[in-house]
Each structure stands twice: as structure tokens, then as C-alpha cells.
């Protein structure tokens, strides 16, 4: 679980609790989880490398990535030999970067709302959506926990999650072309210099 947009999380991630869910997570949405007494895994603990870079970097890692894009029985032995959990199920919305586009603040400022692991994160479920399902809109949370209660989550439901995951990156990645492309005016004063 890895959202900006907290509405709704609490309610999943205690559904996904009662259901015998392992939950992982970290930093704003981990902290929302623990305020709420929902026990779960820090993402640092799992993968063995502290956030850094004031958080730049929190999942881009192979054990998270292995157990989003890892495929079942096809891959299992090399996810054993890793130490790569498997990932069911990801839950993950973006840093607000079309909101914060229409507000006055500087490139600076605007670049920290360009968000690259939840994009990574989606884009690798939904390519895997045979074995992950991979949810973006917080209104889809009472589907979730609805098809998991009935026994799972379909592979057409996965595809139908799928589909509006590919969207939502498509749209974001776009939403951030056109802001680049509009700037104008020159980023430096000087040139960036290469070391040989």
C-alpha cells in the first residue's frame, strides 16, 4: 500500500488484515497505518536498503519489483533463491502533479511532485495482472475487499483494474509532458559539463 490520496485506506487495509493479508508500506501511508494500529511491514525491512534521498528512493528495488512482475510457477525458483515475496495485490496512487501544476511554485519545487516509483510499481502489476491485481482509485477498494471476500479477485477483474492503471500512468506521464514542454525559458545560466 503506497498512496498519496489516504482516503479510504484504513477501511482496505483492515479489510485486507481480516482476510490474513500481509501488508507492506512506507513512509506517509505507513505512518497512516500505524496512527491507525495496522500492522504491517516497512518496505525498508523488507528490502534491506533505508529510504534515501529524501525519500526519492523507497521501492525502486528488486524485491519489490520481482514480487510485482514475478510470474507464477514460472519464476518461483528464482524468486525462492532471491528472497522475493510474491505481491498479490498493489494499491498505490500518485503524487498530485496535475494539481500541483496549476499552482504558482517553482520547477524546483514542481519536480518533487513527479512520482517514479508508484509509476514503476503500477506499470509492473499491470503488466502482470494475471497474478496481480493492481488498484489506482480509491473508489475500487470496496470491490476489492467485496471479490477477496467471495473468494478472489478474477483475472477479469484484474485486467479491468489493468486497464485503468495503464490509463491513469498515461494520463500522468502526460500531464507531465505538457508542463516541460511549456517552459520556455532557459533552466541555467550555465551549460552542464560532463567529466570525461
Known amino acids: 500500500l503506497s498512496v498519496w490520496d489516504k482516503t479510504g485506506i484504513i477501511d482496505l487495509a483492515r479489510g485486507l488484515a481480516v482476510q490474513k493479508f500481509t501488508i507492506m508500506s512506507s513512509g506517509g501511508t505507513g505512518k497512516a497505518l500505524a496512527d491507525a494500529g495496522v500492522k504491517f511491514t516497512e518496505v525498508s525491512s523488507y528490502t534491506g536498503f533505508?529510504?534515501?534521498?529524501d525519500g526519492r528512493v523507497k521501492t525502486l528495488h528488486p524485491k519489490v519489483h520481482g514480487g510485482l512482475l514475478?510470474?507464477?510457477?514460472?519464476?518461483?525458483?528464482?524468486?525462492?533463491?532471491?528472497?522475493?515475496n510474491r505481491i498479490d495485490l498493489l494499491v498505490v496512487n500518485l503524487y498530485p502533479f496535475e494539481i500541483k501544476a496549476g499552482q504558482s511554485m517553482g520547477l524546483e519545487k514542481i519536480l518533487d511532485y513527479i512520482d517514479v516509483g508508484g509509476p514503476a510499481m503500477i506499470r509492473a502489476a499491470a503488466k502482470n495482472f494475471r497474478d496481480v491485481a493492481v488498484v489506482v482509485d480509491p473508489a475500487d477498494y470496496s470491490l476489492v475487499l467485496e471479490a477477496i471476500r467471495s473468494g478472489g479477485i478474477s483475472e477479469e477483474q484484474r485486467l479491468s483494474f489493468a486497464k485503468k492503471a495503464f490509463a491513469r500512468t498515461a494520463a500522468y506521464d502526460a500531464a507531465i509532458s505538457n508542463y516541460l514542454f511549456r517552459l520556455t525559458s532557459p533552466l541555467r545560466q550555465q551549460p552542464l559539463h560532463y567529466q570525461k
Open 50 to 53: 533505508p529510504e534515501m534521498m
Open 70 to 84: 514475478g510470474r507464477r510457477q514460472v519464476d518461483d525458483a528464482v524468486m525462492t533463491k532471491y528472497g522475493i
